[in-house]
């Protein structure tokens, strides 16, 4: 029964495959069958014939052929005849039958079986080696043996599948190529076998290995060629792999290496000769992992060896243009030439920072990056690769700084973890003349590269570069030997540096345009002013940065004025933007040191001379047009200009403590008057330059103002709330906090007439009515009270002298406007008197007794019976009407 069962499955199971096939088989067949007739229907469509076209005659007035058509002469030969085209048009052949699709049952039994049979069989022969190891079942010498004969054995299987195949016209798959792959496993067995005849067991010597490794090399590289990618692939990832399945209890690094270099070399000649890019990308990341295992001071010498055979390697073969390497498009910056020489420098790198800056590292390093800018220079598809070594060199010097010099990582909070006081064990002699080789090195070479190239990407590069590199090399150099203290050496180098770049500006702006060529000028103008920069950093106390970068920014602004470039001009913004980030971090620019004498202390010449140069700069941008940069120096500049007044004012008034909570009412009317002040010199000075920053901060530092007014003089810091001595009558901080506010207020109101519209400025001018008329009601205050006003009662003498006082001042201001003629002043007038009237019937009425709220009203009833005579008499006088005849008689 159960011998039945089985039968019937297994016959099922056979039924369903047939028929899947089957049916795989009809659909091919029916694709096949529906593009035979489609191409039938196209073959049998009748040609559309165009019509004859019509015969024009001829009118009686055209001449006849003869008498406009010369005769051909011996200088112009006979036209020939035009031919006739055909009716007929010509009959396209049938287009292609496409490829059927392969099934789902062609791909595992064509493809995916072939793949995993090749892996297979490899990683059998590396377990098998494994195994035998562990399990002592053989010799070494018999397991070499058996690896070797087991290596032909595919080898011989791959190459008589291909002669197979070819001997009876069968085409190979190409993704599935049966022979390829067997002769891939075969070459992975082989490399194998060797090395561990060498390695492990010791049969070989360096010698034999080393020729043995280097024929297995060439025989996968010949291989590949006959078989294709399939081939390339697995052998290039079996040889990179061999050394982790096959390995030992005591690595010899030296052995590793020279067989990668090996392996690294046929893998690169194979990907020349095929053109195969993924192949050459495969390699180099396979060669830079296994940097990694090397690194250390123990393995330093044979980590070098790898990293240098790597490289060398890469440059002839890999890089195109280049000796050996591809043919290259001319100008063009080829990513994997680039990459090539970037992964060898980055290997180099790791070997000097996990070596400690060893003698052999960084000799290895600058040797390498000699080779990076000798190969770019050559060959242009490379030029990316000497951004790359730029960068990995100020990589270098700037963690040997910081090595030697690890409290420059010291935050706030402390220590970071890990960072102790060892210093680095290179020699200070060494990097300074590695140092003085690459910064040479990048500048001679990147000013020399100008104009070679017709792609400016390529100038962009190495004037970058040039620009660059020396720089970060001077910075690091100052930080390890100067520790960032004052160095006059640093600066004269420095200087030096600055008139170089100056002088290649110079140069390059008198040579005739190129691509890239006022890239790079601009490049070499910022270096000028960077070296400058530097210079005053190092000559001058830390402090002298913040003015460092300023005087940067103006002379950025200059030359952009002399040499019209348009990035001088964003990088004047930029250093603009740097000197603000900079104050941001620390307001008082030397910390504690700002000193404690009024006007005369640090804070002058932190923001002032950044202000005057911010206002000089955006004088020079200006001139050549109005722009997103100018806007952003002007926006510094008048940010400089208030924060010096503000900080002054806090200085002046804490003694020297800015950083202090508080503010009194003399520290806030001196702001209001500071700000107001300010307001007006931007209004006046919109008048001149249209500009929109001027524009906006004039608004800005009125609205500031309005609030300062509103919150700290009429209700923080208003005398009549809180206990604040206020001085004398007349003479007070009365007279600094209202009555000069109010005078500037009005006269902003008047500089905004006319440009601004109107609620704007009456806005401002109602705010110096407000405070004109607090003035005068607090100095009242101050004579009956004192110099405080927030305590004592209100007596009927004090009233009476409020309402004769407001009503003074509104016919002092109704007197102004008739005599100014000022409609503004009538109504300021107006509003007083009108405060004055709602006073007496509201406070005066009531709280006043006896003959002062009798004067009171009399006063008041005298003074609007004036006012109207004044208006009908003055102001709104009505002439007679015109005598009529009848009277005149």
């Known amino acids: ?30 694709e096949r069958i529906e593009v035979l007739e489609a191409a039938r229907q196209a073959m049998a469509a009748p040609a559309v014939i165009p019509p004859p076209l019509p015969v024009q005659e001829p009118s009686p007035a055209a001449p006849a052929p003869s008498e406009t058509v010369s005769a051909p002469t011996e200088a112009s030969p006979p036209i020939a005849p035009e031919p006739t085209p055909s009716l007929a048009p010509d009959l396209a052949p049938p287009p292609p039958l496409p490829e059927a699709q392969p099934g789902f049952e062609e791909r595992i039994g064509t493809r995916w079986v072939v793949w995993v049979g090749g892996l297979t069989l490899a990683l059998g022969g590396f377990f098998m080696v494994r195994y035998s190891i562990e399990a002592g079942l053989l010799g070494p010498g018999v397991r070499t043996i058996l690896g070797g004969l087991f290596a032909a054995a595919l080898l011989a299987a791959g190459e008589f599948t291909r002669r197979k195949e070819s001997i009876s016209q069968i085409a190979a798959l190409p993704i599935a190529n049966i022979p390829a792959i067997l002769t891939a496993a075969g070459t992975a067995v082989a490399f194998a076998t060797v090395y561990a005849a060498y390695a492990l067991y010791g049969f ?56 990668l270099a090996i392996v690294t070399a046929a893998s690169f000649g194979l990907a020349r000769v095929r053109l195969w890019r993924w192949l050459a990308v495969t390699t ?143 020699s200070v002699s060494l990097h300074l003349i590695v140092a003085t080789i690459f910064a040479a090195g990048f500048g001679v070479v990147g000013f020399l590269a100008q104009g070679r190239s017709g792609n400016p990407a390529v100038a962009v590069v190495w004037s970058a570069s040039a620009v660059f590199a020396p720089l970060a090399l001077l910075v690091a150099l100052y930080a390890r030997i100067a520790h960032l203290d004052r160095s006059i050496p640093f600066a004269i180098v420095a200087v030096i540096l600055a008139a170089a770049f100056g002088a290649a500006t110079e140069i390059l702006s008198k040579r005739e345009d190129r691509p890239g060529l006022q890239t790079s000028i601009a490049l070499f103008a910022t270096g000028t002013l960077a070296a400058l920069a530097l210079a005053l950093t190092f000559a001058l106390e830390k402090g002298w940065l913040t003015i460092a970068l300023a005087l940067m920014s103006l002379g950025t602004a200059w030359i952009s004025l002399q040499r019209p470039i348009p990035f001088l001009r964003a990088l004047a913004a930029i250093l603009a933007g740097i000197v603000v980030l900079r104050i941001g971090y620390e307001p008082r620019i030397v910390g504690s040191a700002v000193g404690t004498t009024p006007i005369f202390n640090w804070l002058l010449w932190g923001y002032g001379v950044p202000a005057l140069c911010f206002w000089g700069g955006s004088y020079f941008l200006r001139r050549n047009g ?23 004012i806090r200085h002046f008034i804490n003694n020297g403590d800015v950083y202090r909570q508080s503010a009194g009412l003399t520290e806030v009317a001196l702001q209001v008057c500071v700000t107001l002040a300010m307001a007006i010199g931007l209004e006046r000075l919109l008048l001149r330059s249209g500009s929109i920053v001027h524009n906006y901060g004039a608004v800005i530092l009125t609205l500031f103002a309005g609030a300062a007014v509103v919150l700290g003089l009429f209700m923080l810091d208003n005398p009549l709330f809180r206990r604040i001595d206020v001085g004398g009558p007349i003479f007070n901080l009365l007279l600094l906090g209202y009555a000069l506010p109010s005078l500037l207020a009005l006269l902003l109101s008047y500089a905004a007439a006319g440009r601004r519209p109107a609620e704007y400025a009456n806005t401002v001018a109602g705010a110096a009515l407000v405070l004109a ?35 003074v001042f509104g016919v002092a201001l109704l007197s102004a406007g008739i005599l100014l003629n000022s409609q503004r002043a009538r109504l300021a007038s107006a509003v007083v008197i009108a405060l004055t009237i709602g006073k007496a019937f509201l406070i005066d009425m009531s709280a006043l007794t006896g003959v002062y709220r009798a004067l009171s009203f009399m006063g008041l009833g005298i003074v609007l019976v004036a006012i109207g005579w004044l208006y009908q008499r003055i102001l709104f006088r009505k002439s007679p009407p015109p005598a009529t005849p009848e009277a005149a008689t």
Request: hydrophobic share 60%.
């Open 773 to 807: 008329l607090a003035y005068v009601t607090l100095e009242i205050r101050t004579l009956y009270h004192g110099p405080i006003l927030a305590t004592g009662a209100t007596t009927d003498a004090e009233q009476y002298t409020y309402s004769i006082a407001w009503l």
């Open 1 to 30: 029964m159960f011998e039945e069962f089985v039968v019937a499955l297994v016959v099922a199971v056979v039924a369903l495959i047939v028929a899947i096939r089957s049916q795989n088989q009809v659909s091919r067949l029916r």
């Open 284 to 426: 180099i990341v396979f060669a830079l992992l296994w940097t990694f295992p090397g690194l250390g001071p123990a393995w330093i010498n044979p980590t070098i060896f790898h990293v240098i055979a790597g490289f060398g390697l890469a440059a002839l073969l890999v890089v195109c243009g280049f000796m050996f390497g591809p043919p290259a498009e001319e100008g063009q910056i080829e990513p994997i030439s680039s990459g090539s020489l970037g992964a060898g420098l980055l290997s180099a790198t790791m070997v000097v920072l996990a070596g400690q800056h060893a003698d052999p590292a960084m000799i290895a390093f600058g040797l390498l990056v000699a080779g990076t800018l000798f190969v770019a220079w050559r060959a242009e598809a490379a030029t990316a690769a000497v951004a790359v070594a730029a960068g990995f060199v100020f990589i270098v010097f700037a963690e040997w700084a910081i090595r030697a010099n690890p409290d420059m990582l010291v935050l706030p909070g402390g220590a970071l973890p890990g960072i102790g006081p060892a210093a680095t064990d290179g």
């Open 204 to 259: 070989l010597v360096p010698a034999t290995a080393f020729i043995l490794l280097g024929l297995v090399a060439l025989g996968t590289l010949a291989a590949a060629l006959l078989h294709g990618p399939a081939l390339a692939g697995l052998g290039v990832v079996g040889a990179f792999v061999t050394p982790i399945l096959v390995s030992s209890d005591k690595p010899d690094f030296w052995t590793l290496y020279i067989y």
């Open 626 to 648: 109005d722009d997103a940069p100018l806007r952003a120096v002007e926006a510094a500049a008048i940010l400089f200009t208030v924060l010096l007044a503000f900080m002054e």
